[in-house]
């Protein structure tokens, strides 16, 4: 039975004054153990005057501390550590019902020897067969059962909580002390508990805060991070942690699918270095081997885990790895329906998908009916060079920023342990996984190549993992297995006519002299000048730089053109020569085909000059049916009157000569009229004398 709590709490907004309390009360008040407290009084407090030691009759000497010895026993007055109601309420279940029951042991042994007492029996006689009468596992002796009385009458209920359980009472969260704690341990910064509570306590000391002790700040931080683990690693440690840990996640039924149905990829850098060449001390001359990490590009099955396509290289991962594992595994398992994959720049590239990233946000801003139309057109064009439509592949994209909605994510973690693991250069996906002799092994040159490492590879992939039954859903079966009972229908395209979808397509580029230019080399000269100022499209091999493929922008083929040939700067004569005879037949064979050209136009002007002529020369009519001759109406000039001169000048033929009479014009033109503003500017003519001479 609960008792009534008789004694009344001190209002908490009551001013706090200094007073002397003691080591019970102030491990009460701030949180600190009573050993703790006593230290500080004999080391520091007793010297401060902050400290004194009090002798009662029949008691031993015991400590007593001024309040304001620390802030904590500031929080509230000495006569509110004895405040019943509000200590039951700030502590636990299981330490409420302790004091209860200590208060209770301590009023019935009150009216038991009240009772002994009216038989004639002492104190001491009843006490005894009090203690006698308890049960055996909650017996205590005469001097707790005593000490608790004392307890009882001074401080109340309160003062019977078990001290230990009070240190482990939560703190109340409507504290504003606390609360600043709080919302300064939750950031992702991860700050230390008692590094937020010297950033609160300067705080708190501004705005006149109650503050508490450390151990309490940490008491309360804890039990906020058991009662709120995913509030606590959500504001703590970031989203990703939070979808991670916390986060439920979906379920999927794969028993729908068949094999070759849905095919996902991915990319995953080895836990393991692997010896890629070698590197000489220029001043000891020590060769010693170079180390580098190989990425795996893979395709896996999702109905039945298998890895159907796949290559390891040491270049970092783009979209030609996505295409020749897909390659791979179309040849050797047949072409999937469904391809789903990432987000990623590379799994999304114009190669796979016919469409670039900023044109898909086009089409999808694409309003009116005009821009509709006109974005969809352009998009059909280009998704010609997508690998995915072309061999009608439907292509998903995984949930952003979700890695476990891949499948293939659980097979690295099943790759590093199983096969990564065994090499004696694992070096770990962090540094808390690097072991320890790494560099030892490294120093001794162990390790295998990077063709080692891939043989290896495809050997465990084939004999371990493809062999091993899985647990997963819908499985219970070996992937070989899993591979061969549901696959309903393989579909397949002409292997060579695969190779050439799988090269990345890349235009479109203009034909100039010397044929195309692709990355640092040139195409086709002479082989494509009949498309000089052209556009094209070309499709490359990374293993085979030396040709290329050109095609047209619907993707018809044109040619297969190589490599052109560079001259050696410092090039002997025999090599001069020969490039020099190699220029001058392909631009006779450029000039003959203009020559072809000039002779077919010259044939047709003769032609259509023919024709005319034999129009001039046609018999004309007889007299009397020709139509009637044009009327003669002559233009009257200013230059009519000088006809004459004219005339007989070119009677006379003229030439220049030296020495010759002089020709007096002025008087040639006396005969003749002129306007009356010519003779002002004849002055200013030169004699023709001095220009021609007479036969």
Same mark, same amino acid.
């Given at each position: 039975?609960?008792?009534?709590?008789?004694?009344?709490?001190?209002?908490?907004?009551?001013?706090?004054?200094?007073?002397?309390?003691?080591?019970?009360?102030?491990?009460?008040?701030? /949180?600190?153990?009573?050993?703790?407290?006593?230290?500080?009084? /004999?080391?520091?407090?007793?010297?401060?005057?902050?400290?004194?030691?009090?002798?009662?009759?029949?008691?031993?000497?015991?400590?007593?501390?001024?309040?304001?010895?620390?802030?904590?026993?500031?929080?509230?007055?000495?006569?509110?550590?004895?405040?019943?109601?509000?200590?039951?309420?700030?502590?636990?279940?299981?330490?409420?019902?302790?004091?209860?029951?200590?208060?209770?042991?301590?009023?019935? &042994?009150?009216?038991?020897?009240?009772?002994?007492?009216?038989?004639?029996?002492?104190?001491?006689?009843?006490?005894?067969?009090?203690?006698?009468?308890?049960?055996?596992?909650?017996?205590?002796?005469?001097?707790?059962?005593?000490?608790?009385?004392?307890?009882?009458?001074?401080?109340?209920?309160?003062?019977?909580?078990?001290?230990?359980?009070?240190?482990?009472?939560?703190?109340?969260?409507?504290?504003?002390?606390?609360?600043?704690?709080?919302?300064?341990?939750? @950031?992702?910064?991860?700050?230390?508990?008692?590094?937020?509570?010297?950033?609160?306590?300067?705080?708190?000391?501004?705005?006149?805060?109650?503050?508490?002790?450390?151990?309490?700040?940490?008491?309360?931080?804890?039990?906020?991070?058991?009662?709120?683990? =995913?509030?606590?690693?959500?504001?703590?440690?970031?989203?990703?942690?939070?979808?991670?840990?916390?986060?439920?996640?979906?379920?999927?039924?794969? $028993?729908?699918?068949?094999?070759?149905?849905?095919?996902?990829?991915?990319?995953?850098?080895?836990?393991?270095?692997?010896?890629?060449?070698? +590197?000489?001390?220029?001043?000891?001359?020590?060769?010693?081997?170079?180390?580098?990490?190989?990425?795996?590009?893979?395709?896996?099955?999702?109905?039945?885990?298998?890895?159907?396509?796949?290559?390891?290289?040491?270049?970092?991962?783009?979209? @030609?790895?996505?295409?020749?594992?897909?390659?791979?595994?179309?040849?050797?398992? /047949?072409?999937?329906?469904?391809?789903?994959?990432?987000?990623?720049?590379?799994?999304?590239?114009?190669?796979?998908?016919?469409?670039? +990233?900023?044109?898909?946000?086009?089409?999808?801003?694409?309003? $009116?009916? &005009?821009?509709?139309?006109?974005?969809?057109?352009?998009?059909?064009?280009?998704?010609? /060079?997508?690998?995915?439509?072309?061999?009608?592949?439907?292509?998903?994209?995984?949930?952003?920023?979700? =890695?476990?909605?891949?499948?293939?994510?659980?097979?690295?973690?099943?790759?590093?342990?199983?096969?990564?693991?065994?090499?004696?250069?694992? %070096?770990?996906?962090?540094?808390?996984?690097?072991?320890?002799?790494?560099?030892?092994?490294?120093?001794?040159?162990?390790?295998?190549?990077?063709?080692?490492?891939?043989?290896?590879?495809?050997?465990?992939?084939?004999?371990?993992?493809?062999?091993?039954?899985?647990?997963?859903?819908?499985?219970?079966?070996?992937?070989?297995?899993?591979?061969?009972?549901?696959?309903?229908?393989?579909?397949?395209?002409?292997?060579?006519?695969? +190779?050439?979808?799988?090269?990345?397509?890349?235009?479109?580029?203009?034909?100039?002299?010397?044929?195309?230019?692709?990355? %640092?080399? $040139?195409?086709?000269?002479?082989?494509?000048?009949?498309?000089?100022?052209?556009?094209?499209?070309?499709?490359?091999?990374?293993?085979?730089?030396?040709?290329?493929?050109?095609?047209?922008?619907?993707?018809?083929?044109?040619?297969?053109?190589?490599?052109?040939?560079?001259?050696?700067?410092?090039?002997?004569?025999?090599?001069?020569?020969?490039?020099?005879? @190699?220029?001058?037949?392909?631009?006779?064979?450029?000039?003959?085909?203009?020559?072809?050209?000039?002779?077919?136009?010259?044939?047709?002007?003769?032609?259509?000059?023919?024709?005319?002529?034999?129009?001039?020369?046609?018999?004309?009519?007889?007299?009397?049916?020709?139509?009637?001759?044009?009327?003669?109406?002559?233009?009257?000039?200013?230059?009519?009157?000088?006809?004459?001169?004219?005339? $007989?000048?070119?009677?006379?033929?003229?030439? +220049?000569?030296?020495?010759?009479?002089?020709?007096?014009?002025?008087?040639?033109?006396?005969?003749?009229?002129?306007?009356?503003?010519?003779?002002?500017?004849?002055?200013?003519?030169?004699?023709?004398?001095?220009?021609?001479?007479?036969?």
């Amino acid at each position: 039975m609960d008792l009534p709590l008789a004694i009344s709490p001190v209002s908490p907004s009551a001013p706090s004054k200094v007073e002397w309390i003691t080591l019970d009360q102030a491990a009460k008040l701030s /949180g600190m153990s009573e050993g703790h407290l006593r230290r500080k009084c /004999g080391d520091t407090w007793l010297a401060q005057g902050l400290a004194r030691t009090r002798n009662e009759p029949g008691k031993r000497a015991f400590w007593e501390v001024r309040t304001d010895a620390d802030p904590a026993f500031m929080v509230r007055t000495a006569p509110a550590v004895i405040a019943s109601v509000n200590d039951l309420q700030r502590v636990s279940d299981t330490a409420r019902r302790k004091a209860q029951e200590r208060a209770r042991i301590v009023t019935e &042994w009150t009216k038991f020897v009240q009772a002994s007492a009216v038989l004639g029996r002492s104190a001491d006689q009843a006490t005894a067969d009090f203690l006698a009468s308890m049960p055996e596992e909650g017996r205590i002796t005469r001097a707790t059962l005593y000490n608790w009385r004392s307890t009882f009458n001074r401080e109340g209920i309160s003062g019977l909580i078990d001290g230990r359980a009070a240190s482990n009472e939560c703190p109340q969260s409507d504290d504003p002390f606390l609360a600043e704690i709080l919302r300064l341990w939750l @950031d992702q910064r991860q700050k230390k508990v008692m590094r937020c509570y010297d950033i609160a306590l300067a705080k708190a000391q501004e705005r006149g805060w109650k503050i508490c002790s450390g151990r309490t700040a940490q008491r309360f931080i804890q039990d906020y991070a058991t009662k709120n683990p =995913g509030r606590t690693i959500l504001a703590r440690e970031g989203p990703s942690a939070f979808i991670d840990k916390v986060e439920p996640y979906i379920t999927r039924d794969y $028993s729908t699918l068949d094999s070759n149905c849905v095919w996902n990829a991915d990319h995953h850098v080895f836990d393991v270095l692997v010896k890629v060449g070698e +590197k000489v001390d220029a001043g000891t001359g020590e060769v010693t081997p170079i180390y580098r990490r190989p990425w795996l590009t893979a395709w896996q099955d999702v109905r039945s885990r298998k890895i159907v396509g796949w290559i390891i290289r040491l270049e970092d991962p783009n979209t @030609d790895a996505i295409l020749y594992a897909l390659y791979n595994g179309c040849v050797s398992h /047949g072409i999937p329906r469904v391809a789903y994959t990432d987000n990623g720049k590379d799994f999304d590239a114009r190669a796979l998908t016919g469409v670039t +990233k900023r044109q898909r946000r086009e089409i999808k801003k694409a309003r $009116s009916l &005009w821009q509709k139309r006109h974005v969809r057109i352009y998009h059909d064009q280009q998704k010609l /060079g997508g690998i995915y439509a072309s061999l009608r592949i439907e292509h998903l994209h995984a949930w952003p920023y979700h =890695g476990q909605s891949k499948p293939i994510e659980r097979f690295f973690g099943t790759l590093e342990d199983r096969f990564g693991r065994l090499f004696e250069t694992y %070096c770990g996906a962090s540094t808390d996984q690097k072991p320890e002799d790494l560099a030892d092994a490294i120093d001794r040159g162990l390790g295998p190549t990077l063709d080692e490492f891939v043989e290896k590879f495809a050997a465990w992939l084939e004999s371990d993992y493809h062999q091993r039954i899985h647990t997963g859903d819908s499985m219970d079966c070996t992937p070989d297995q899993a591979f061969a009972v549901n696959l309903q229908t393989r579909r397949t395209v002409p292997d060579d006519l695969l +190779k050439v979808l799988v090269q990345p397509r890349v235009g479109p580029m203009k034909v100039g002299q010397n044929g195309i230019r692709h990355g %640092c080399i $040139s195409y086709g000269a002479g082989e494509l000048n009949h498309l000089l100022g052209q556009d094209v499209f070309i499709r490359t091999d990374p293993r085979d730089i030396g040709r290329v493929s050109v095609w047209t922008a619907d993707d018809k083929p044109i040619a297969t053109v190589s490599a052109n040939r560079s001259l050696p700067f410092l090039a002997d004569k025999q090599l001069l020569d020969a490039a020099i005879a @190699d220029k001058h037949r392909r631009t006779k064979a450029l000039k003959g085909a203009a020559e072809a050209r000039l002779r077919l136009h010259e044939d047709v002007s003769d032609t259509m000059l023919r024709i005319a002529q034999a129009k001039a020369q046609k018999p004309r009519l007889p007299a009397g049916t020709d139509d009637p001759p044009p009327t003669i109406s002559p233009v009257r000039t200013d230059l009519e009157a000088a006809l004459p001169f004219i005339r $007989s000048q070119q009677e006379r033929p003229l030439k +220049k000569a030296v020495g010759a009479p002089e020709f007096d014009f002025a008087a040639a033109m006396e005969d003749f009229p002129l306007d009356p503003a010519i003779p002002a500017r004849r002055a200013a003519l030169p004699s023709l004398a001095d220009i021609y001479e007479d036969e």
